[in-house]
């Protein structure tokens, strides 16, 4: 069979490092290619257009999650696994069969047999081409359906004013080098540490219930399109995660944990960093076991900076993703908002997914080409508190044509513009003991008894959408009650933070001087994808936490064998 353009462009990549000739990449891309030539040339219906846009995407996952408890391990499991995304546009850039996911369903065009989205293990090309030619058709004939429904919509609906479909953009050829998991020897390593951090745990009378997880993921991405790109990225990401379990005295269920990510097994912390975090928690859990549940609270805060990144992602980078500009049942809270000022004066937003580390700690966020085959970049989103931009893959948003390499998914999702590395910038930087010291005369001005300092948060959410309310949340593991006497402070529990996100962000007094990181997975329409937040302490004027929704049961009958 003639090489493709693609599949020679890799293999001059591939021989640049030394690989063999005949490397599975080199094939895999090279049936993609293949496939996606015949398609785009020959794939039209009788009396219909012919597709003008087709890619193709492969991502294997190459898995190991080992966990442990009580000095044992319980699961070892090891999985590979590879997925399809088939991407078939007819029409043309200005206005083809694309609409929001929820105007798509409601057009009921997905009717008939779709093919799922595996593809073989093996690196065989015609099973390969095999799988991709019948999501081909499946998605053709789709999206004729869907143009013709979109057409027809006009009928009755006054269009808004219309944007083009979809951006030019040029192609891109780009390989990394191959990074292989020894998955036998990273099993060796990983399951002798998980069963020793484990074991620290098994003892403590005050732990209900506790699980040590280590693994890795190695994601290998490749992506054509008939624009004339080819890519191939390969990443792993290695994983911590320690949680432990514990009940309160009046029966509040407790929960405590840690994660921490690494691109390489060498830049995981050592197993004795590890212990003293593990203890830390445990210690901690105890300390929360014992604490008093705190009423639900309305004054003075400090996030501190793990907090404040999970509460910009929820309030702030969820509202900058493109595609939320344009769908009617999203609330598009800064949509036309362009050059107006959304946050206080002396704070900046931007998004940059070419950062790899910030402050020396690895950023889950970083990748160098989205999933639309367009090359990350820096974006400035925020300058001086007004809006300067959005998040945008190549869906156009009003004044926003071009993709600035935001558009990801997970596994066969549609991309859609997401967030990479958000930084957060300030110009009213203080030290962490002096926001302290100004969160304590905040609280006395305002006549209250105390305020309050959230140290860590495990996670959040948040509604963007027209239904219901725009609001957040997020569930903080580590609060402390500062006294507004004597600033002495009391840990507590029993809450989680909440809030509308226009009045929220307006309430930041000050930052601390010092950033930090957070370093997670955010979840949406194109699934989950890894995200960091990069941001300093801040102090607000005003948060509101309401009581927590936790089960209060028994402790266990016996007292563990």
Request: aromatic share 6%; charged share 25%.
């Amino acid at each position: 069979m003639r090489r493709t353009l693609a599949g020679i462009v890799l293999a001059v990549l591939l021989g640049a490092w030394g690989a063999p000739i005949g490397d599975p990449r080199a094939r895999v891309l090279d049936a993609m290619s293949a496939e996606l030539a015949r398609a785009h040339a020959g794939l039209r219906l009788p009396g219909y257009e012919a597709p003008y846009f087709i890619a193709y995407t492969l991502k294997e996952y190459e898995n190991l999650e080992i966990s442990a408890k009580l000095g044992a391990i319980f699961t070892d499991d090891r999985a590979r696994d590879r997925q399809l995304h088939v991407e078939v546009r007819v029409g043309g850039y200005d206005l083809d069969n694309t609409v929001p996911e929820s105007e798509a369903a409601m057009m009921g065009v997905a009717e008939g047999y779709e093919p799922d989205a595996d593809a073989p293990l093996d690196d065989d090309p015609a099973s390969l081409r095999a799988a991709l030619w019948l999501i081909t058709d499946y998605r053709y004939k789709r999206a004729l359906k869907q143009l013709h429904a979109k057409r027809a919509d006009g009928v009755t609906r006054v269009a808004p004013e219309p944007l083009p479909s979809f951006s030019h953009e040029a192609s891109s050829r780009h390989a990394d080098p191959p990074r292989p998991i020894d998955i036998k020897g990273a099993a060796a390593r990983l399951g002798p540490q998980a069963r020793r951090l484990s074991a620290l745990v098994a003892a403590r009378p005050h732990v209900l219930d506790s699980r040590v997880r280590m693994g890795v993921r190695r994601t290998v991405r490749f992506y054509v399109n008939s624009e004339g790109s080819a890519i191939v990225t390969d990443r792993p990401l290695w994983q911590v995660t320690v949680d432990v379990v514990g009940r309160a005295d009046d029966g509040m269920l407790l929960e405590h944990g840690f994660t921490v990510y690494a691109p390489s097994a060498d830049e995981l912390p050592s197993e004795d960093v590890l212990a003293a975090k593990v203890e830390r928690v445990v210690a901690e859990l105890d300390a929360l076991r014992r604490a008093p549940a705190l009423d639900p609270y309305t004054g003075p805060a400090i996030l501190m900076p793990q907090a404040a990144g999970v509460f910009f992602h929820e309030t702030v980078g969820h509202r900058l993703e493109g595609e939320r500009q344009n769908d009617e049942h999203e609330g598009r809270t800064w949509s036309g908002q362009v050059g107006h000022p959304v946050l206080p004066s002396f704070l900046g937003v931007e998004d940059d997914p070419t950062l790899e580390r910030a402050d020396g700690v690895p950023l889950n966020g970083r990748y160098v080409y989205d999933d639309e085959g367009v090359r990350a970049r820096r974006v400035p989103l925020i300058d001086g508190g007004r809006l300067a931009g959005y998040l945008l893959s190549r869906t156009p948003v009003r004044g926003f044509i071009g993709s600035n390499g935001h558009g990801r998914a997970e596994g066969d999702g549609d991309p859609m513009a997401r967030m990479g590395n958000l930084i957060v910038t300030s110009t009213r930087t203080v030290p962490l003991a002096k926001l302290r010291a100004m969160l304590l005369d905040e609280v006395r001005r305002r006549g209250k008894p105390f305020g309050l300092i959230l140290d860590d948060v495990q996670g959040g959410n948040t509604n963007t959408a027209t239904y219901g309310y725009q609001a957040f949340k997020g569930v903080p593991r580590i609060v402390r009650r500062i006294d507004a006497s004597s600033g002495a402070e009391t840990l507590v529990r029993g809450v989680e933070l909440v809030g509308t996100p226009l009045s929220a962000v307006g309430k930041i007094i000050a930052t601390s001087d010092t950033p930090g990181v957070f370093n997670g997975f955010c979840g949406a329409e194109s699934g989950y994808v890894p995200v960091s937040t990069v941001a300093p302490a801040i102090l607000l004027g005003e948060i509101e936490l309401q009581r927590q929704e936790l089960p209060r049961e028994r402790p266990p009958i016996l007292p563990p064998p």
